[in-house]
């Protein structure tokens, strides 16, 4: 065992495939709260990749025995680094604090907030900071008062709207204990939020760290400063963020999702949305999804995720997304909360954990067929009953990497479904699972490049200028590339000379070489723990 926390637990284990050392976290009592936490902390650092975040690799769900592996972090904990034998290095410290801040940086950049930044989540060893253990990370601006008290910032505290600020105030806490060798607070619950409203205290320290803590335990939010601040505090280049890719188009296409909302109106019916990896399918699927919330439908998004095993998985995207649409609709959750046995739903979604009515299990049901069965049949009444609460779109991404039993319950929500109710899956070409193919009676709708008057608009917005009409035709339209050639041409590429390959040769010749990191792919079949 390398650590045990609140409610998991991490392992060290064998990868024979990569013939490597990964470490394993599962949890200490699979209740259904930890159940989805430990699903949320793996999906919030899925998709993210930086030098100074923990690389992860697989969920697994084992007949019920959740756990996820990920890379195995060597390193002490961050107060042991930077006050080796209780003795302050300040050269360490302002090390590692330019790293931390590059990590959180990233992390904002994506929309989430870690909520639980404190020493013990920071490895350090001697060339790298690694921020990790995301079980109370969140999209920003949530409420719930989470997190390790004497770090917690003040709105935090209080239940307030948390965002990047929060993880902010908690580095202050780090950089301030760091200085002095103790916490800049104490008492209980009642004192420490006394104190943290009154500002941080006085630090004898280098003047420009103690500027920094200044600012970092401000009560105020709006007055810490931001990451790229931090980093030109600390002296380092602020980090750099790839901007959000802009909606450009798709008239065509969104035109072709009306219609098949238009004929689900009179009866439930799905549309197949298939286009190249990269080409804008989740841009599509989202734009769309605003377009009917702004109508008054109920809209759900979920993704299917390659690097997950577990039954259902086509569908727990859509559970938790209809979960944190219910915590802000009574009516809706009112409506939901009488659908036909209801408690049979969270032992398979523990995202509905929180349902009203599904505190338990409506009987016990041991033939696992009959379980099965009953389990479609109440998720599809559960659906039924949104319907007839507001016209209601489900929305799954990625869906070639769905498994036959999600497939197999989204077949039966549609044939069970009534009107006003429209399934959209989005695809890569020619990905399609023979077990997906009942899709395919619906509306199909392809998305190829974007127009060239829409691509070079696009390019525009990315700082192409002069040079957006040879990025629009080098790219052929495709979002991700017009991306990539208007980066290479503002960093020097000639706009007479343009190719897509000198932009990839150039950024890979740019990757950095001194962090000793890797984001995994680890295979299931090659696990053996623990070690």
Request: aromatic share 6%; with cysteine.
């Amino acid at each position: 065992m390398l650590g045990s926390g609140a409610t998991g637990v991490v392992y060290a284990a064998r990868d024979h495939h990569r013939r490597c050392t990964v470490a394993i976290k599962t949890l200490h009592a699979a209740t259904l709260d930890a159940l989805h936490r430990l699903r949320v902390e793996f999906l919030t650092l899925h998709d993210l990749a930086h030098p100074n975040l923990v690389s992860l690799g697989e969920l697994f769900d084992d007949d019920g025995y959740w756990f996820f592996s990920m890379e195995l972090v060597e390193g002490v904990h961050f107060f042991q680094h930077v006050r080796p034998a209780g003795i302050l290095d300040l050269s360490r410290l302002r090390s590692a604090m330019a790293q931390l801040a590059a990590a959180l940086s990233f992390l904002h950049a994506a929309g989430k907030v870690h909520r639980d930044v404190k020493p013990t989540n920071v490895l350090c060893s001697d060339t790298r900071v690694v921020l990790l253990d995301f079980g109370l990370a969140a999209d920003a601006g949530d409420r719930l008062r989470v997190g390790t008290l004497p770090y917690m910032a003040p709105e935090q505290h209080d239940g307030e709207h948390t965002g990047p600020a929060a993880d902010w105030y908690a580095v202050g806490v780090m950089l301030w204990a760091a200085l002095a060798g103790r916490l800049p607070f104490s008492g209980d619950d009642r004192e420490l939020a006394a104190h943290k409203h009154l500002g941080g205290p006085p630090l004898d320290a280098p003047p420009d760290l103690a500027a920094l803590v200044a600012v970092l335990l401000d009560p105020d939010p709006a007055k810490r400063p931001s990451g790229s601040e931090i980093s030109e505090r600390l002296g380092v280049s602020p980090p750099r963020h790839v901007p959000v890719m802009p909606f450009v188009g798709r008239d065509r296409e969104l035109a072709a999702l009306d219609a098949a909302w238009a004929v689900a109106q009179r009866g439930a019916t799905t549309a197949l949305v298939c286009g190249a990896s990269g080409i804008g399918k989740s841009a599509l699927l989202a734009q769309f999804a605003d377009k009917l919330q702004c109508r008054g439908a109920i809209a759900l998004v979920g993704r299917c995720h390659e690097r997950v095993t577990m039954p259902y998985k086509a569908i727990h995207g859509i559970g938790a997304a209809l979960a944190a649409y219910l915590r802000t609709a009574p009516a809706a959750r009112a409506a939901a909360a009488e659908a036909r046995d209801i408690g049979l739903l969270p032992p398979v979604f523990p995202s509905l954990a929180g349902l009203a009515g599904a505190e338990h299990l409506a009987e016990t049901v041991r033939d696992p067929q009959q379980l099965r069965t009953r389990v479609f049949d109440a998720f599809a009444a559960l659906i039924a009953r949104l319907a007839g609460h507001a016209p209601l779109v489900l929305m799954i991404d990625d869906l070639q990497w769905a498994d036959r039993d999600g497939l197999a319950l989204l077949r039966h929500v549609v044939a069970a479904a009534p009107a006003r109710v429209l399934v959209v899956a989005a695809m890569r070409d020619g990905e399609i699972d023979p077990a997906a193919a009942w899709l395919t009676a619906g509306a199909r709708i392809p998305v190829d490049g974007l127009a060239p008057d829409d691509a070079e608009q696009l390019a525009r917005q990315f700082g192409g200028g002069s040079a957006s009409g040879l990025i629009a035709r080098e790219s052929i339209g495709h979002p991700l590339h017009i991306a990539e050639l208007a980066r290479f041409w503002n960093e020097g590429g000639e706009a007479t000379t343009l190719h897509l390959d000198d932009a990839i040769a150039g950024r890979v010749r740019n990757l950095p070489v001194d962090h000793a990191y890797v984001r995994s792919h680890f295979h299931r079949p090659a696990m053996k723990w623990p070690l």
